[in-house]
């Protein structure tokens, strides 16, 4: 994932949209042990968490004015 391709605060807050929903999805995956692919599950919240953390970085640099 590329932080740099999302230019406006409007798609990084879209993704952030999106990101939620899938983590939450994920972690209900993970949480259910009887599942044989819930360590998969696991690791891929662990990734979208790191993925939404890079964006809110990416949010603030966009929102920061330009120094001239």
């Not at 939450?24 to 819930?38: E, R, S």
Request: hydrophobic share 35%; proline share 4%.
């Amino acid at each position: 994932m590329n932080p740099k391709k999302f230019t406006t605060t409007d798609q990084v807050d879209n993704r952030f949209v999106w990101l939620d929903k899938e983590i939450l999805i994920c972690d209900a995956k993970a949480a259910d042990t009887t599942d044989p692919k819930h360590e998969k599950f696991r690791y891929r919240s662990v990734n979208l968490r790191h993925e939404k953390n890079l964006l809110e970085k990416r949010r603030m640099f966009l929102l920061t004015p330009e120094l001239i």
